[in-house]
């Protein structure tokens, strides 16, 4: 039994409740259930790094493939000082159900290493980066496990890890990851996909229920690939950032933020509150979840809404930018409220779709515009997101229930269909 109450809250045991909730409308066969909740495969590894100062110093990281059924695993690599193996099984869980969910044929994957980013030179994150892609070489690969940006990892981590690689191999492997830069087989539109999904999908919920997008107040946790991008979405749709935040606090104006002022000074200084950050008032986390806003979108780290303050929540739809930001128990409480939630497996794929696109377009040598990617984007979500609105009415369940009951169902079907070996 899931005890949210505890002060710790593991991301494993909301992903493994969420799959209970669904497969009980699934009805779904108890051995396919148990393969469902478990991982196919995990890779633990302790590998050395030369440090600046001559030091050596050993870090552990991980690769873990939930489940393969559908295409090959694809799932993020995250630095971060609070990665363990848990929160990667739950992770990976997440991209299976995600890639089923807007129905491309992957399969769910994720990674991540135990370190403090901030606290490392270019030349270590480097060091970093490529031994730990010697050390997972073994499960990764274009036809295998294709991985991802995901917190604090960008297009140069998977300039490296392409590299790496490639060297390996003896040849140019671009489709061992996506979100690569441009120059080496990266896809127009990678970088903003998931900001633009999150935006995408929120701009149908708000025609859904009848909000105006324009002058629409919208809070949003985070500042990064995710967080900063889909601000300047609902900047250009006419809606008021009216806050914003990183892992060190926010920034809040009533009237709306300037947010391409706000991201420059962040750029700038690693920080969203200094001198030059006119404009708006010191905000904390806390406060922003809690804000009197139309949209909330929480683009930070798993939970961030839990039984605490979900009763305090006065956005009128929550748009998951992250992935994991809501505790089961908070979404019951949530739902109740009648707050409308656009669920992570849904509001974050843009990413895993435009990282099709691009593993595509490496296996083929295609280039596609970014006029091509965009309309592609937007056809998969809009019609991903009226299937789930579908069988949310249909089943009076909440958004969330309908997008585990569309992916796992998904997944769960291709399990028949391909049948148990031998
Ligand atoms: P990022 O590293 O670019 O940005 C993370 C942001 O969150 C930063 O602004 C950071 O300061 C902020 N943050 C960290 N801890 C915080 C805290 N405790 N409170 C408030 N803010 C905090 O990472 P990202 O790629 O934008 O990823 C953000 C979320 O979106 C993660 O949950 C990630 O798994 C998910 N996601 C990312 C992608 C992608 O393509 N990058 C795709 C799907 C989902």
């Known amino acids: 039994m899931l005890d ?29 259930l148990e393969k469902t909740k478990q991982t196919k495969r995990e890779l633990t590894v302790h590998f050395p790094v030369k440090m600046d100062d001559g030091s050596i110093k050993v ?50 994957a994720k990674g991540g290493v135990q370190c403090d980013p901030k606290s490392m030179s270019l030349r270590e994150l480097e060091n ?18 294709i991985p991802a940006p995901d917190v604090n990892t960008n297009p140069q981590v998977m300039a490296w890890i392409m590299d790496t690689y490639s060297t390996l191999k003896g040849y140019s492997v671009h489709g061992v990851v996506t ?48 967080g900063g991008i889909a601000a300047q979405y609902f900047v250009k749709a006419g809606a008021k950032v009216i806050a ?11 009237n709306g933020l300037n947010v391409s002022e706000v991201l420059d000074c962040k750029k700038k200084y690693s920080c969203l509150i200094t001198k030059e950050s006119r404009g708006g008032d010191e905000f904390t986390n806390e406060e922003l979840l809690e804000l ?20 305090k929540i ?37 990413g895993v779709t435009v990282s099709y696109f691009e593993w595509v377009q490496n296996l083929q040598e295609l280039l596609w515009s970014e006029e091509e990617i965009s309309e592609r984007l937007t056809r998969i979500l809009t019609r991903s997101f009226a299937e789930v609105l579908n069988i949310s009415q249909k089943e009076k369940v909440n958004m969330r229930t309908a997008a585990l009951v569309l992916g796992i169902g998904r997944v769960a079907e291709a399990t028949r269909l391909r049948g148990i070996y031998p």
């Open 314 to 350: 006065k956005a009128k739809v929550i748009v998951e930018g992250a992935n994991g930001p809501t505790t089961t128990e908070a979404d019951e409480i949530i739902y109740d409220q009648g707050i409308f939630v656009v669920p992570d497996i849904l509001a974050n794929a843009g």
């Open 179 to 226: 979100g690569k830069p441009l120059e080496l087989g990266g896809s127009a539109g990678r970088f903003e996909a998931t900001g633009k999904g999150v935006f995408i999908t929120a701009r149908e919920a708000a025609r859904h229920l009848n909000i105006q997008l324009e002058g629409a107040r919208v809070a949003v946790q985070g500042c990064g690939n995710v």
């Open 128 to 145: 970093l980066t490529r031994r730990f892609t010697w050390e997972i070489a073994i499960m990764i690969g274009p036809d295998q496990d």
């Open 4 to 32: 949210t109450k505890k002060d710790k809250i593991k991301p494993l045991d909301v992903a493994l409740r969420q799959v209970d909730i669904a497969s009980e409308k699934l009805k779904l066969d108890p051995g396919l």
């Open 59 to 108: 870090f552990t990281g991980y690769r873990v493939q939930h489940n393969v059924t559908r295409g090959p695993a694809k799932g993020g690599i995250r630095y971060h000082p609070s990665v363990d193996l848990d929160e990667v099984r739950a992770l990976a869980m997440w991209m299976t159900w995600k890639a089923a969910v807007v129905n491309i044929p992957f399969g769910g």
């Open 292 to 311: 009197d806003c139309d949209i909330l979108v929480p683009c930070a780290l798993e939970n961030q809404i839990t039984h605490k303050n979900a009763s």
């Open 244 to 254: 914003i935040s990183d892992s060190k606090g926010g920034i809040y104006n009533k």
